[in-house]
């Protein structure tokens, strides 16, 4: 019988070590230390699980967060020398928002990557915003402790190239739905109602369709990588067609 488990023991450690070695190439980032990958994508459910209470991905995703914070903070200082604190915080909170930290992690496809607890696994904890979110802020401080901070400034701007360049064609506040909600309900007190409509693609790259509608009146059609996205580029597309102004 032991040595049995000894051998499952072995299976389990084997497999464990080659998905840790495919996130590796999916992230683009080679670790010395092996286990700083593993104990980012460790979830507190399965550290109490297996007694292990102090190996999960908490510790790392406090550092990961202030490493995050200070590379796009140092970033957007030098990509905008006109813009004040004020502007800058608000950039900088479009970049590291639960929903834009979710959706770099879907991107990496960190999901099926996640070291789940069984009640947490069963219960879609592979796909939750916030295992995915506290994850990916883990993974940073991991390759920040592992190569320091050049390669994990080089590795998050790559990361982020495609939000920071949405920011730099757009850098005002943006905020769709509240400008439609303003303008509708200055014709009528009835609020635009917003519905998902078709949602597909794998779990790391979930594309979403929404609409809004308003007054029984479809307004706006949007899509994109989650339902907030796609809701917002509805909204978007509404302000564009304005249907309201031929009724």
């Not at 834009?100 to 996640?114: I, K, S, V």
């Not at 990916?136 to 982020?160: C, M, N, Q, R």
């Not at 519905?195 to 994109?224: C, M, Q, S, T, Y």
Request: aromatic fraction near 8%.
């Amino acid at each position: 019988m032991s040595a049995l488990l000894a051998s499952l023991d072995q299976e389990r450690d084997a497999a464990n070590a080659l998905a840790m070695k495919t996130l590796e190439s999916r992230i683009g980032y080679h670790f010395q230390n092996s286990e700083l990958l593993e104990e980012a994508v460790t979830h507190p459910s399965l550290a109490y699980e297996v007694s292990r209470p102090h190996f999960d991905n908490q510790r790392l995703e406090f550092l990961g967060d202030a490493v995050l914070q200070l590379i796009l903070t140092e970033h957007l200082f030098q990509l905008f020398p006109t813009f004040g604190e004020g502007w800058l915080t608000k950039l900088r909170s479009r970049l590291v928002s639960r929903d834009a930290l979710c959706t770099f992690a879907r991107d990496l496809g960190l999901g099926p990557y996640l070291r789940l607890g069984k009640g947490e696994a069963s219960s879609g904890g592979a796909d939750r915003p916030s295992n995915l979110a506290d994850a990916f802020e883990a993974l940073i401080g991991a390759v920040y402790l592992d190569g320091g901070y050049e390669p994990v400034k080089h590795w998050i701007l790559s990361l982020t190239a495609e939000a920071i360049q949405i920011i730099t064609d757009e850098p005002g506040e943006m905020n769709p739905k509240g400008q439609l909600q303003e303008l509708l309900q200055a014709l009528a007190p009835v609020s635009p109602v917003y519905r998902i409509l078709k949602e597909e693609g794998p779990d790391h790259r979930k594309k979403f369709v929404a609409e809004v509608e308003w007054n029984a009146i479809v307004l706006g059609n949007g899509n994109g990588r989650s339902k907030k996205e796609a809701e917002i580029d509805a909204a978007r597309a509404a302000l564009s067609a304005r249907a309201w102004e031929s009724l």
